[in-house]
């Protein structure tokens, strides 16, 4: 996915359309997380729903050979490949916490750094592929990753410890009044607003100023080589410093990031040490939101807990795209990662309200 703007840019769209429809991919987590987390808790059949969603997925990819190149096709089929997408991160995050039980806090960044080598391979792999074919053949190697994602999806069983289906759910809104729930999904907000110039238009800001589709899958790659170290690491964090502490240390260092990213474009070295920082930008901040989501949502609510962590994800990144999209052009790529990096302060607004102590799992 670190290629899909490049891709749209080749098919002859511009900035502007390229930030609508990196919005649009993204506009279904303001609903869909909560479709698919409510038949989730619903039913207990997360597995199910991973799979009918990775099929789906290959579906979308195939179905892009045969729609007319044109805004409104694309933006239709990036509408419903996102719905489904949306089932497979939050639900399948669910079913890893089920499936590890109380050993969570021990093994849960063990297992989820697969996720992480898995996008690295990927990422590299496209990018060295991109250097011989043409990127108009993108769609068919995501394609054969998702056709991948959905045989593999029937190597793992329903957790046993989740919730079976449920006649009738727990409400949700007694826990999103709790302060430390509301400021966190605020904090994500912004955090995640701040990244949106990232995820829309890195590859095309790397690309205009002469880096390769190799060099810029490796420099995808090294953010997700230091969100793996902190999937290992991260427990001593958690066990040392406060919420407080380490979310205000993520918002810091990813404010510092994109400031790095807009002023020395050119720099390879700079982008390099810019993208080690993604291990508190999403390394650290993700392992402490699966802490708060369950600890706070019972065993029945998770599905719509990671269902609103996800939804606060698709709210940030869509209106920074959308945002970025628009100034692009008129204030320049370097202006848009800089904006974005000082917009991290406003999330030490909520910090208050996160516990200054120690939380244990």
Same mark, same amino acid.
């Given at each position: 996915?670190?290629?899909?703007?490049?891709?749209?840019?080749? +098919?002859?769209?511009?900035?502007?359309? =390229?930030?609508?429809?990196?919005?649009?991919?993204?506009?279904?987590?303001?609903?869909?997380?909560?479709?698919?987390?409510?038949?989730?808790?619903?039913?207990?059949?997360?597995?199910?729903?991973?799979?009918?969603?990775?099929?789906?997925?290959?579906?979308?990819?195939?179905?892009?050979?045969?729609?007319?190149?044109?805004?409104?096709?694309?933006?239709?089929?990036?509408?419903?490949?996102?719905?489904?997408?949306?089932?497979?991160?939050?639900?399948?995050?669910?079913?890893?916490?089920?499936?590890l039980g109380e050993k969570r806090t021990q093994l849960y960044g063990k297992v989820r750094k697969w996720g992480s080598i898995g996008f690295i391979i990927?990422?590299?792999?496209?990018?060295?592929?991109?250097?011989?074919?043409?990127?108009?053949?993108?769609?068919?190697?995501?394609?054969c990753i998702a056709f991948l994602a959905f045989i593999w999806s029937f190597s793992i069983k329903e957790p046993s410890t989740a919730p079976r289906s449920?006649?009738?759910?727990?409400?949700?809104?007694?826990?999103?009044?709790?302060?430390?729930?509301?400021?966190?999904?605020?904090?994500? *907000?912004?955090?995640? *607003? @701040?990244?949106?110039?990232?995820?829309?238009?890195?590859?095309?800001?790397?690309?205009?100023?002469?880096?390769?589709?190799?060099?810029?899958?490796?420099?995808?790659?090294?953010?997700?080589?230091?969100?793996?170290?902190?999937?290992?690491?991260?427990?001593?964090?958690?066990?040392?410093? @406060?919420?407080?502490?380490?979310? =205000?240390?993520?918002?810091?260092?990813?404010?510092?990031?994109?400031?790095?990213?807009?002023?020395?474009?050119? @720099?390879?070295?700079?982008?390099?040490?810019?993208?080690?920082?993604?291990? *508190?930008? *999403?390394?650290?901040?993700?392992?402490?939101?699966?802490?708060?989501?369950?600890?706070?949502?019972?065993?029945?609510? +998770?599905?719509?807990? +990671?269902?609103?962590?996800?939804?606060?994800?698709?709210?940030?990144v869509a209106l920074g795209s959308i945002l970025a999209g628009r100034y692009w052009q008129l204030i320049s790529g370097e202006m848009v990662f800089m904006?974005?990096?000082?917009?991290?302060?406003?999330?030490?607004?909520?910090?208050?309200?996160?516990?200054?102590?120690?939380?244990?799992?």
């Amino acid at each position: 996915m670190p290629f899909w703007s490049l891709y749209l840019e080749d +098919q002859g769209f511009n900035y502007q359309e =390229i930030g609508l429809l990196s919005s649009l991919a993204i506009v279904t987590r303001f609903f869909a997380p909560f479709i698919w987390g409510w038949i989730a808790d619903k039913s207990g059949k997360r597995m199910l729903l991973v799979r009918i969603a990775t099929w789906m997925e290959a579906c979308i990819w195939f179905m892009i050979f045969l729609i007319p190149n044109t805004f409104q096709s694309v933006a239709l089929l990036m509408l419903i490949f996102s719905f489904f997408q949306n089932a497979i991160l939050a639900q399948f995050e669910g079913v890893t916490l089920f499936w590890l039980g109380e050993k969570r806090t021990q093994l849960y960044g063990k297992v989820r750094k697969w996720g992480s080598i898995g996008f690295i391979i990927g990422v590299f792999g496209i990018g060295a592929l991109l250097e011989i074919v043409p990127i108009s053949m993108l769609p068919v190697m995501l394609l054969c990753i998702a056709f991948l994602a959905f045989i593999w999806s029937f190597s793992i069983k329903e957790p046993s410890t989740a919730p079976r289906s449920q006649i009738q759910l727990e409400p949700l809104l007694p826990i999103l009044k709790r302060p430390v729930v509301a400021a966190f999904f605020a904090i994500e *907000f912004v955090l995640l *607003f @701040s990244h949106a110039p990232f995820y829309s238009f890195y590859s095309n800001y790397l690309h205009q100023v002469g880096f390769s589709t190799t060099e810029i899958g490796f420099l995808w790659s090294v953010g997700v080589v230091a969100e793996i170290i902190m999937f290992a690491f991260a427990h001593i964090f958690l066990t040392q410093f @406060s919420w407080r502490s380490l979310v =205000i240390l993520c918002l810091v260092l990813t404010g510092a990031r994109w400031i790095v990213v807009g002023l020395l474009p050119n @720099s390879f070295i700079a982008q390099f040490l810019a993208q080690t920082i993604h291990a *508190f930008s *999403f390394g650290l901040f993700h392992m402490i939101a699966m802490r708060i989501i369950f600890q706070n949502f019972s065993m029945g609510q +998770q599905g719509r807990g +990671q269902a609103m962590y996800s939804t606060m994800w698709g709210l940030g990144v869509a209106l920074g795209s959308i945002l970025a999209g628009r100034y692009w052009q008129l204030i320049s790529g370097e202006m848009v990662f800089m904006i974005a990096g000082l917009s991290t302060l406003v999330g030490l607004l909520f910090v208050r309200w996160l516990p200054k102590q120690i939380q244990q799992a």
